[in-house]
């Protein structure tokens, strides 16, 4: 189907940068861009470090609290930049993930300050991916290794997007060009 679109997206502590795509790897078009703010006022960006001084019980609380909100939060922001797009356009989603090496439990995280971090990245990731999939959407992650340098395509992006054209807007085209087709526009 001509049109189909592909959303690109990088997530950071507490907030994410969403492009939208269009066309092919070869010749793709901006759409759309979207930053969105995964975590409401009153919660804690950082819910592993906030419950670090918690009982275990309490910080599992709040660490939950914030993985729902984050992911009602990119929700809200996915459906927002798909508003400005030709109504049923998008078809996936692309996350930019890194490998994490971490503990699998809560009180493991807690141990360490780098696994907090570790952790928190994971977090957004997760809340964006689980959106997108709740949205219908086809969710992927994309490691951030694996994404294609495409510097061309990525400057010719940039002229039509304007600014702000960061890194993280480009690593955010460059997860949506992963969805693309190389030869015709796909469906």
Known sequence: MRGAVAIGVVARTGSAVAVALSGTVSAPRFLARREIE????????????????????????????????AERAAAVGLLAL????PADSVRAVAVVVKPVSAPGDLAGILRSHAWMHAAEGALYRQAVLAAAAGCGWRASAVEQAGLPAAERAIAAL???????WRRLEKDAARAALTLLTVGEPWS
Do not use: K, N
């Open 82 to 85: 798909a508003g400005r797009l």
């Open 38 to 69: 995964l975590v409401p006022p009153g919660l804690d960006r950082q819910p592993y470090h906030a419950a670090a001084g918690l009982s275990l019980a309490a910080a599992g609380d709040l660490v939950a609290e914030v993985e729902s909100a």
């Open 158 to 164: 940039g002229q039509v997007a304007g600014r702000p």
